[in-house]
C-alpha cells in the first residue's frame, strides 16, 4: 500500500463521515428532507478520489467490503447499529435492501471494470446522483405517473443529473490523464463527451423507470457502466 492509497481511504471515510453526520444532523433537528438521500448522494462524491487507489483488493478491503458489512448488519439485527438514527437511516427509511446493493454494486465496479474505470464511475454517478436527484425531485415535483409509480419529473431529473455529472466525469478524468495524474487510457471516449453524456443520462433514466425501486441500485449502474465501455471508456 503506497501513500496515496492512505490518503484516498481518509478521504472516502471523511466523506462518508461527512454524508452520516449530514443526514443524521438534518434528522435530529426535523428538517423536511429525504435524509436517506442526503447519504446517496453524499456518499458519491468518493468518485472524484476512488482513482488514487493503486489496486482495486485496496478498495475491496479497505473501503467497498466493509462498507457493505456495515450495512448489511441492520438488516440482520436492527440492534447492531447503535446509533439509533443510522439503524432507522439504513433498515427503514426507503428500501430495506438499498444503501446495501449501493455498497455491493460499487464491489462489483472495482472487481470487473480495472480496465474501464471511467466507465464504471460515470456508472456510480448514475445510482448516486441520478437516482438521488430524481427521488427528491419526484418526490417533491412529480405530478405525472409513468410506470412503477414513478413520476416524469422525476425521470427527467435522473436524466438531467446523469448527464451532467458524466460530462464532468468525462472531462475530469480527461484532465487528471492530461496532467499525468491518471495513467488509465480510458478517458477520452470515441465520440463527444456530449454525446457519451447523453446516452448515459437516457439509459440511466429508462432503467431507473422500469427497474423495482429495490433493484435499481445495482441494475442501473451496471448497464450505464457497459453502455459506456463500447464509446471507449
Known amino acids: 500500500m503506497e501513500t496515496q492509497d492512505i490518503i484516498a481511504l481518509a478521504l472516502v471515510y471523511a466523506i462518508i463521515a461527512v454524508s452520516l453526520i449530514l443526514a443524521m444532523t438534518l434528522e435530529r433537528k426535523g428538517i423536511e428532507c429525504n435524509v436517506r438521500k442526503v447519504v446517496h448522494i453524499g456518499v458519491g462524491f468518493f468518485v472524484f478520489v476512488w482513482w488514487m487507489f493503486t489496486e482495486g483488493w485496496i478498495m475491496l478491503v479497505f473501503f467497498t467490503i466493509p462498507f457493505a458489512i456495515i450495512l448489511l448488519l441492520p438488516m440482520i439485527s436492527e440492534k447492531a447499529m447503535p446509533i439509533k438514527e443510522l439503524n432507522d437511516l439504513t433498515v427503514n427509511k426507503g428500501h430495506r435492501t438499498g444503501l446495501f ?15 474501464h474505470w471511467t466507465a464504471a464511475t460515470i456508472g456510480i454517478v448514475a445510482m448516486t446522483f441520478g437516482d438521488g436527484f430524481g427521488s427528491v425531485i419526484g418526490k417533491r415535483y412529480g405530478r405525472h405517473r409513468i410506470l412503477n ?4 419529473e422525476g425521470s427527467l431529473a435522473v436524466f438531467v443529473a446523469t448527464a451532467v455529472m458524466a460530462a464532468v466525469i468525462i472531462l475530469y478524468y480527461g484532465w487528471l ?34 427497474c423495482p425501486g429495490q433493484f435499481d441500485n445495482i441494475l442501473t449502474p451496471l448497464a450505464v457502466a457497459v453502455a459506456m465501455v463500447p464509446l471507449g471508456l
Open 101 to 115: 446493493l449501493y455498497a455491493v454494486t460499487i464491489s462489483i465496479m472495482v472487481i470487473f471494470f480495472g480496465d
Open 149 to 152: 409509480g414513478k413520476s416524469l
Open 177 to 210: 490523464t492530461s496532467a499525468g495524474f491518471y495513467p488509465g487510457g480510458d478517458s477520452v471516449a470515441t465520440v463527444p463527451f456530449w454525446v457519451a453524456s447523453i446516452i448515459a443520462g437516457l439509459v440511466s433514466m429508462v432503467l431507473e423507470a422500469v
